[in-house]
């Protein structure tokens, strides 16, 4: 998954050479036997000559009998799709939520972040390649029940449980089951995602989410399958379906200098969200760092970021701030109406929240999120 804030909770197994994973098309499997770590997959269909596609996001693989999808985590195996990730879990973590990408829901509270290997993207940015672009036998994880998610939560007293490092997509028969049992206990499920999953599994997905960040890498469709081999169009799609379903929603935007750092596409796109999803989104631009496949290019000039967060402003946008410059004085939040820090942040620690009922106590305007 693109990560919006870079931050990435970071994880390169002990074992792991440093090597640059090639794109495939369809990855071949591996002679080895069923694990318990396997489960049939939602959203699939059968085709003919064993094949079967994969409906859970935007590529709709058709993958022939014994191979994988782009995902590399979901293998057709006699005309039946399985995931191969079910409860593998390359990554756990307790963080604050804000390190999400996440500034309205529950500030100042942790999450339990989980991850598998896989993702759907091909991002050259990423800061977590190291699991994303491998498949499971690739990379060292252990193997979770989603009750033993549930109590690891419960035990840590994190508010939130969050699929996020990978893109959670490609775990959805665990993130879902996990999701039904943490609600059930008192948690809240969080998804940070680049927003290319299919309809009819999203809308499966929001009936058991709280919340969710996605990842809006920018706002020209060539930079989109250039650099990240997504599809903008369904990650608008997805964001409208979340406000529709009613989900938290906040976006965050890596902004990678000369790869999406035009200034006009940051217009158009605040544009888009303020008409589209509505001022009170919460927008956050990130700063990008040398990583992976870009290590070429510079850090993100600070200027840039504030340059950006001037123009989402003036495009109606309420609620902009700049992530991965910790002490920047716009890591905070700020009343729309007067101006005044209502959310001082420095970094990922929340220094005072003044939001009363939801409220600004200085304008008295509402202040959309999830406050207690």
């Known amino acids: 998954m693109g990560l919006g804030l870079v931050f990435a909770f970071r994880l390169r ?38 094949r079967v596609q994969c409906q859970l996001c935007f590529l709709s693989c058709v993958i022939p009998e014994g191979q994988r999808g782009l995902c590399r985590v979901r293998e057709n195996r006699d005309g039946r799709l399985y ?3 079910y409860g593998l879990l390359a990554a756990t973590m307790l963080a604050p939520i804000e390190k999400d990408g996440m500034q309205h829901a529950l500030p100042g509270t942790n999450v ?39 109590d690891f939560a419960l035990r840590a007293r994190a508010r939130t449980i969050t699929g996020t490092i990978n893109e959670p997509t490609v775990f959805f028969e665990f993130l879902y089951d996990v999701a039904v049992l943490a609600r059930e206990q008192g948690l809240r499920m969080q998804v940070h995602t680049n927003g290319a ?16 960040v996605v990842d809006l890498k920018g706002f020209c469709p060539a930079v989109y399958r250039e650099y990240f081999g997504g599809c903008l169009d369904s990650v ?20 990678i200098p000369t790869v999406n750092d035009c200034m006009d596409q940051i217009r158009a796109m605040s544009e888009w969200i303020r008409e589209h999803l509505g001022p009170d989104v919460p927008l956050h631009f990130t700063r990008f760092h040398p990583e992976y496949r ?79």
């Open 197 to 212: 999953i299919a309809e009819a599994p999203l809308r499966a997905l929001l009936r058991r989410m709280d919340q969710a």
């Open 13 to 50: 197994p002990a074992d792991s050479p440093e090597r640059d994973p090639a794109a495939v098309q369809l990855v071949a499997r591996p002679e080895r036997a069923p694990g318990p770590s396997e489960r049939q997959a939602m959203f699939a269909r059968g085709m003919a000559n064993n």
């Open 236 to 255: 608008l799609r997805t964001l409208t379906i979340i406000r529709e379903e009613g989900a938290w929603l906040e976006i965050t935007n890596l902004i």
């Open 83 to 85: 995931s191969l990730v």
């Open 294 to 372: 870009l290590t070429h290019l510079p850090a993100t000039p600070i200027a840039t970021l504030e340059e950006a967060h001037a123009v989402a402003r003036e495009a109606g946008i309420n609620f902009v701030t700049i992530g991965n410059v910790p002490g920047h004085r716009y890591n905070s939040t700020f009343c729309p109406g007067t101006g005044e820090r209502l959310i001082h942040r420095v970094h990922f620690t929340v220094v005072y929240n003044k939001v009363a009922d939801g409220r600004s106590p200085f304008s008295g305007q509402p202040v959309p999120g999830i406050w207690d």
């Open 112 to 150: 339990l972040a989980i991850a598998t290997a896989g993702c759907n993207f091909r991002c050259r940015q990423c800061h977590n390649w190291h699991i994303t672009q491998r498949g499971p036998e690739d990379v060292r994880a252990r193997a979770f029940t989603p009750q033993e998610v549930v």
